[in-house]
T-cell receptor, first 110, second 112 residues
Framework: QKEVEQNSGPLSVPEGAIASLNCTYS??????FFWYRQYSGKSPELIMS????GDKEDGRFTAQLNKASQYVSLLIRDSQPSDSATYLC??????????FGAGTILRVKS | NAGVTQTPKFQVLKTGQSMTLQCAQD?????MYWYRQDPGMGLRLIYY???????DKGEVPNGYNVSRLNKREFSLRLESAAPSQTSVYFC???????????FGQGTRLTVV
């Protein structure tokens, strides 16, 4: 079992719709969780971090964490073509080991 | 305001050659990481250094060695390059424990 699992996609949504990205992780003691966005040929950039159960909102982005279910999600409201990218879920495991999922490709169609 | 700097940006090696990828950060971060990225496989952790003076293996350490030279610098060495090590390599660093990581611009390595 991979430590961090994501659906590889591609996930296709129309412009203006909500995109929902999901991630599960295996290390129960993980304390911090991140979503990164990566455009083709570029470095990953942080878009959201979440540390506590529940929702965290930042503009059009909402991260959701459920530690009991070992599940993290990212919602993107009012999706734009510029949101088309690969979204990487990352989990900080014990010993400050930062592990990434394989990423979900998001395509927003105008 | 450099952040995380990797050198070189591009490199072509012949099978069996050795090389060192350099990484330096100017954010006074404790933790540093080396990842490789292959199509469809996300970022796979090669080695990491949670603090100066410590290094630990990640998911794919075979064929690589690392050195945490000081708090700023974390190098990745390929002793005998193989075509399977053709990849994009990213260095990252993070500050306080459990905080987010910041990435360098990547090194595109081709082994022929």
């Amino acid at each position: 079992q991979k430590e961090v699992e994501q659906n590889s996609g591609p996930l296709s949504v129309p412009e203006g719709a909500i995109a929902s990205l999901n991630c599960t992780y295996s290390d129960r003691v993980s304390q911090s969780f991140f979503w990164y966005r990566q455009y083709s040929g570029k470095s990953p950039e942080l878009i959201m971090s979440i540390y506590s159960n529940g929702d965290k909102e930042d503009g059009r982005f909402t991260a959701q964490l459920n530690k009991a279910s070992q599940y993290v999600s990212l919602l993107i409201r009012d999706s734009q073509p510029s949101d088309s990218a690969t979204y990487l879920c990352a989990v900080n495991e014990r010993g400050n080991k930062l592990v990434f999922g394989a990423g979900t490709i998001l395509r927003v169609k105008s | 305001n450099a952040g995380v700097t990797q050198t070189p940006k591009f490199q072509v090696l012949k099978t069996g050659q050795s090389m060192t990828l350099q990484c330096a950060q100017d954010m006074n971060h404790n933790s540093m990481y080396w990842y490789r990225q292959d199509p469809g496989m996300g970022l796979r952790l090669i080695y990491y250094s949670a603090s100066e003076g410590t290094t630990d293996k990640g998911e794919v350490p075979n064929g690589y060695n690392v050195s945490r030279l000081n708090k700023r610098e974390f190098s990745l060495r390929l002793e005998s390059a193989a075509p399977s090590q053709t990849s994009v390599y990213f260095c990252a660093s993070s500050g306080r424990r459990n905080t987010e990581a910041f990435f360098g611009q990547g090194t595109r390595l081709t082994v022929v």
